[in-house]
């Protein structure tokens, strides 16, 4: 079975710039999570996905945005880039199974790593 | 809100001796509880997980936790020590009471070297 995957691998943009991030999920989880991981800021949640809609935003401004498509791919966005957006963008998915909604382990992918300069 | 803290940022263990990680969560009702571990340039990979079932919880790898509810706690422990344990490892709370909030909520990490 094939592991969450992210592309690419690097990313190298300018101030100001917008950055497109993109992930894969396992087959068959329709729930797609991302998260920041920044140097000295540690793993912040950033949004969740499910069928199509975003469920839930951590704190973060409006210009981290993203979406999910009908084959539960996902997108993130970051529009005007600023240094401090430099970090590795995590993706996660899971399977929601009905009635055991919570506590669903989240398969993470390798990451892409966002280099603002 | 719910919380988790990670007691030492690194840590240092002889090939061979016991590995103790420590986490401490704070919630309003008993969480869900995750440990993961990154190696270098890698995404993170589940060791284990608590969902109120058993609280000892047993994991890949050869690590365990366990859930004590008394003293908030979760801590990580692996009997001896591998070269291949080196890595960085997170501690992780999901909010079950909270209906739709399926976030992980990360500890800051501890960073475990292993002593050859």
């Known amino acids: 079975e094939a592991g969450v995957t992210q592309s690419p691998t690097h990313l190298i943009k300018t101030r100001g710039q917008q950055a497109t991030l993109r992930c894969s999920p396992i087959?068959?989880?329709?729930?797609v999570y991302w998260y920041q991981q920044a140097l000295g800021l540690g793993l912040q949640f950033l949004l969740w996905?499910?069928?199509?809609?975003?469920?839930n935003r951590g704190n973060f401004p409006p210009r981290f945005s993203g979406r999910q498509f009908p084959n539960y791919s996902s997108e993130l966005n970051v529009n005007a880039l600023e240094l401090e957006d430099s970090a590795l963008y995590l993706c996660?998915?899971?399977?929601?199974?009905?009635?055991?909604?919570?506590?669903?382990?989240?398969?993470f992918g390798p990451g892409t790593r966002l280099t603002v300069l | 809100a719910q919380s988790v803290t990670q007691l030492g940022s690194h840590v240092s263990v002889s090939e061979g001796a016991l590995v103790l990680l420590r986490c401490n969560y704070s919630s309003s009702v008993p969480p869900y509880l995750f440990w993961y571990v990154q190696y270098p340039n890698q995404g993170l990979q589940l060791l284990l997980k608590y969902t109120s079932a058993a609280t000892l919880v047993k994991g890949i790898n050869g690590f365990e936790a366990e859930f004590k509810k008394s003293e908030t706690s979760f801590h990580l422990t692996k009997p001896s020590a591998h070269m291949s344990d080196a890595a960085e490892y997170f501690c992780a709370v999901s909010d079950r009471a909270n209906f739709g909030n399926e976030k992980l909520t990360f500890g800051t990490g501890t960073r475990l070297t292993i002593i050859p």
């Open positions: 996660a998915s899971s399977k929601i199974i009905p009635g055991q909604g919570r506590g669903n382990e989240q398969f």
């Open positions: 996905y499910d069928e199509g809609e975003e469920r």
């Open positions: 087959s068959g989880h329709t729930s």
